[in-house]
């Protein structure tokens, strides 16, 4: 594994430390949060050790326990004394994806989804795809190989911060696709006016799934219906975050690469699978947090 950087990211962690204090110095309104960091199912064991062969203990704690918990005591500052105050951030994605002057809480309610959902997928050691997911993976995708391929050279190719996700197919029984989102972007239909697929510097406003449908201030993303035109009906079952404060203090800034082969051998195929069939009967782009119980402990 490359030298980690030592230099530290001075602003994500002066904010972060915040979250260090005692209760007592904390604002009144942080004692009364309901939002939470939640607990992941290797949670002893990758904060002591790191998850091993992808993450030093150092990285693990700042881009799950430090940063998650920046998110969500920014969710927790933005809904405060709200009606949101305890709606998962699964619903609250959902629930803010076309309003433009909630773009703040959809950003951090669906980053902290997102990166949720990444760690949830990790495991400490190497995991076997079972065996009737593997056919399926075959049968869609050719291969497992190509599956890796296609996922790893679309999240290498990814020229910002994201998520890349497989997602399956609700009409097609089987079928999967590999996608990207942007930024917070959500990877959910019933919030496909901030799915952000798309490079916006590469696509101009007047082009399919360009700037007319990307962002909350877009022209269609008051009036959109749950699906928009031309999208189809997933629900994402993996995913690998792009972010850079995941992998350049292990990897280095040239080690995007070795970083995302690491991550394929981390996978833990079994909650993968369990996310595959739990959307099986899945129709019509149902709320985020509702069809996997793992992900709905914020």
């Known amino acids: 594994m490359l030298p980690r950087f030592l230099r530290p990211q001075s602003s994500l962690r002066a904010v972060s430390s915040l979250t260090q204090k005692p209760n007592s110095a904390l604002p009144r309104f942080q004692t009364r949060s ?11 064991q990758f904060k002591k050790n ?8 150092e990285a693990f ?3 799950w326990t430090q940063y998650q918990t920046l998110l969500v ?20 994605l959902v629930k803010y994806s076309r309003r433009p002057e909630m773009a703040s809480v959809f950003n951090y309610a669906s980053m902290a989804h997102n990166n949720h959902f990444f760690f949830n997928c990790l495991s400490p050691n190497p995991t076997q795809i079972p065996e009737k997911f593997a056919k399926d993976i075959v049968d869609t995708c050719s291969s497992v190989e190509s599956l890796k391929l296609d996922f790893l050279a679309t999240a290498n190719a990814m020229f910002g911060p994201g998520f890349v996700w497989l997602a399956k197919n609700l009409e097609r029984e089987g079928l999967m696709h ?3 989102t942007y930024n917070a972007g959500s990877p959910y239909p019933a919030a496909h006016s901030r799915r952000q697929p798309v ?3 590469t696509h101009s406003p007047d082009a399919p799934l360009g700037n007319q449908y990307a962002g909350a201030m877009g022209s269609h993303s008051q009036n959109q219906k749950s699906l928009a035109p031309g999208a189809v009906d997933v ?12 992998w350049m203090m292990d990897y280095g800034i ?6 995302l082969e690491r991550w394929w051998d981390r996978i833990n195929w079994e909650v993968v699978f369990d996310n595959y069939n739990a959307v099986s009967s899945m129709k019509g782009g149902r709320q985020a947090a509702t069809w996997n119980r793992s992900l709905s402990m914020l």
Not at 254 to 259: F, V
Request: charged fraction near 25%; include cysteine; proline fraction near 8%.
């Open 254 to 259: 040239a080690g995007k690469a070795e970083y």
């Open 73 to 92: 005591d920014k969710l927790n500052l933005l809904t405060q004394d709200t009606p949101d105050a305890d709606a998962k951030p699964g619903d609250l």
């Open 50 to 57: 790191g998850i091993s062969e992808l993450l030093s203990p």
């Open 34 to 44: 309901l939002h939470r960091v939640p607990q992941l199912t290797h949670d002893a």
């Open 199 to 201: 490079d916006m510097a």
């Open 235 to 246: 629900q994402p079952i993996l995913c690998v975050n792009t972010w850079e404060h995941v």
């Open 61 to 63: 704690d700042f881009a």
């Open 178 to 180: 590999i996608f990207c």
